[in-house]
C-alpha cells in the first residue's frame, strides 16, 4: 500500500518534533500537524517562559542582597507590560527556530487540529492524509476542578499573557507549577495565597524538600495554607471573591488554578483507530512507545508516564531510532534529575527516604543544612540543605536532593553519578569544588541517626 507519508506526527512540541526530525533524518518521509504553535508546552506556553518570569522575580531580592555587598541601589520598580512583550518576543525568536528546524530537516509542516481516522489516517481541516505510521505527541492540557465559578479563574496558560498584573493573587495547587507561579508572583510585588487541599505542598517529593521549601516561602512572605480548599467562586467587581472550605472567604485580583494536567486526548479520535487509553485519557504505550494498534505510537505527556520536557525528547530519539534507525531503544525512565523552579529552587534525582525504604529497607541518610555563603553578607535568612539516600547492602545511591541556590545547576552532574549507580564511596572520593554549595554532596561523612 502505497501512503502519503512514512510518518505523521500529531503535535509539533518537544516530543514530536525531536521525533520527526530524526525520523527524517534517517530517510523517512514526514509531516508533523501543529493546531498552535511550533515548540509545544514547553517552548509556547510552559517552561521557557516560565523560567523567564522566574528570573525577573529574582531581582527584587536580588537588590536587597547587593546592599549587604557595598552597592547603593536607587529606586526600583516593576513593569509587567514590559516583561510580557520583551517574554513574547523570546517566544516568538524561538518559535521560528523551531519551524526553522524542522523545514531544513525535511519536515512537512501542516497548521491545524489533525484527527485520527483510522488506524493510518489523519483529517486536517476538509484534508485527510495517509501514514504507514502516527505518532501521537499533543502533550498534555490544564486541570481545572468541578467548582462553582470555575469559570472566572485562569491557569499558567493565561497567567503568562495577563494584561495587567495582579496585586493580590491566590493560587490554588501544591504541584511545581503552583509554587513557581507562587514566588514568581510574590518576587514581582503580588500579595499571593496558595491553597493546597493536603497537608503539605509537592506530593511526591522528598518530605524533607517538601517541608523545607514549605517553611522558606512562608519566610518570605507567602500566605501557604494547607489543608484548604476553595468551594466557590464568585465575581466582583475588582476581582473574583473565594469561599474556603472553612467557611471564610478571600478577596483577590485573580485565582490561578495548578491542579495538574490531563493528557490532551479529548476529540482527538483515538477511539476511531482503536487505541486504549486509560482512565485519565493517557494514551497505552509499551517500553517502545506502541499502542495496542500496531501503526500507531506516541510520546511525551500524552502518555503520563513522566510528564517532563527531557523525557518526551528521550522519548521522541527513542521512537526514530527504534523505527527509522534500525536501533531498538527503549527509553528509560529511572533516575531522572528533575528541577522545581521555586524559591528557593529544588534540584531531586532518585528516590525519596520513604521510596528508599520501600524498597531496600536498610538504608543510610547523610544531610547538610548551611546558610549559602551569598547570603552571610547578602542578609538573608534562607538556608539550603542537601542529602544523599544510600542503600546499606550495596553502599550504591539511590537518590540525591537538594533545596537552595543553584539546586537546578547542581542536580545535573549529581544526576550523571545517581545514574551510573555509583557508591558513596566514590561520593567521598570525589574532591569538593571549593568554596561552593555543590560540594556538600561529597563530604557528607557522618549517617543521620534515625
Not at 472566572?152 to 498584573?165: Q, R, V, W
Not at 553578607?377 to 542537601?386: F, N
Not at 546499606?392 to 542536580?411: F, L, T, W, Y
Request: net charge negative; proline share 4%; glycine share 12%.
Amino acid at each position: 500500500m502505497t501512503f502519503d507519508y512514512d510518518l505523521f506526527v500529531i503535535g509539533a512540541g518537544s516530543g514530536g518534533v525531536r521525533a520527526s526530525r530524526i525520523a527524517s533524518g534517517l530517510g523517512a518521509r514526514v509531516a508533523v500537524a501543529e493546531e498552535f504553535r511550533v515548540g509545544g508546552t514547553c517552548v509556547i506556553r510552559g517552561c521557557v517562559p516560565k523560567k523567564l518570569l522566574v528570573y525577573a522575580s529574582h531581582f527584587s531580592e536580588d537588590f536587597e542582597t547587593a546592599k549587604g555587598f557595598g552597592w547603593t541601589v536607587g529606586d526600583t520598580s516593576f513593569d509587567w507590560n514590559t516583561l510580557i512583550a520583551r517574554k513574547d518576543a523570546e517566544i516568538d525568536r524561538l518559535n521560528g527556530l523551531y519551524i526553522q528546524t524542522l523545514k531544513g530537516a525535511g519536515v512537512e509542516i501542516i497548521d491545524g487540529r489533525a484527527v485520527v481516522t483510522g488506524p493510518n489516517e489523519v483529517r486536517v481541516g476538509d484534508k485527510t492524509y495517509t501514514a504507514k505510521t502516527i505518532l501521537v505527541a499533543v502533550g498534555g492540557w490544564p486541570q481545572m476542578p468541578d467548582v462553582p465559578g470555575i469559570e472566572h479563574a485562569i491557569t499558567s496558560n493565561e497567567a503568562l499573557h495577563l494584561e495587567k498584573f495582579p496585586k493580590r493573587i491566590v493560587i490554588v495547587g501544591g504541584g511545581y507549577i503552583a509554587v513557581e507561579f507562587a514566588g514568581i508572583f510574590h518576587g514581582m510585588g503580588a500579595e499571593v495565597t496558595q491553597l493546597y487541599r493536603s497537608e503539605q505542598i509537592l506530593r511526591g517529593f522528598d518530605d524533607d524538600l517538601r517541608s523545607r521549601l514549605a517553611d522558606e516561602m512562608r519566610k518570605k512572605g507567602v500566605d501557604l495554607r494547607t489543608n484548604t480548599n476553595v468551594t466557590n467562586i464568585e465575581k466582583t467587581d475588582d476581582g473574583v471573591r473565594l469561599t474556603l472550605t472553612d467557611g471564610s472567604t478571600l478577596d483577590a485580583d485573580a485565582v490561578m488554578y495548578a491542579t495538574g494536567r490531563v493528557p490532551n486526548t479529548k476529540g482527538l479520535g483515538l477511539d476511531t483507530a482503536g487505541v486504549e487509553l486509560d482512565a485519565s485519557g493517557a494514551v497505552k504505550v509499551d517500553a517502545y512507545g506502541k499502542t495496542n494498534v500496531d501503526s500507531i505510537y506516541a510520546v511525551g505527556d500524552v502518555t503520563d508516564r513522566v510528564q517532563l520536557t527531557p523525557v518526551a525528547i528521550k522519548e521522541g530519539h527513542a521512537f526514530a531510532l527504534t523505527l527509522y534507525g534500525n536501533t531498538p531503544t527503549s527509553p528509560e525512565h529511572d533516575a531522572i534529575p528533575s528541577a522545581v523552579f521555586s524559591q528557593p529552587p529544588i534540584g531531586t534525582v532518585g528516590m525519596s527516604e520513604a521510596e528508599a525504604r520501600e524498597t531496600f529497607g536498610e538504608i543510610d541518610i547523610y544531610e547538610s543544612d548551611f546558610r549559602p555563603m551569598k547570603h552571610t553578607l547578602g542578609g538573608a535568612s534562607e538556608r539550603a540543605y542537601t542529602k544523599l539516600i544510600v542503600d546499606k547492602e550495596s553502599d550504591k545511591v539511590v537518590g540525591a536532593h537538594m533545596i537552595g541556590m543553584d539546586a537546578a545547576e547542581i542536580i545535573q552532574g549529581v544526576g550523571i553519578a545517581v545514574k551510573a549507580g555509583l557508591t558513596k564511596a566514590q561520593f567521598d572520593a570525589t574532591v569538593a569544588v571549593h568554596p561552593s554549595s555543590a560540594e556538600e554532596f561529597v563530604l557528607m561523612r557522618t549517617p543521620r541517626a534515625d
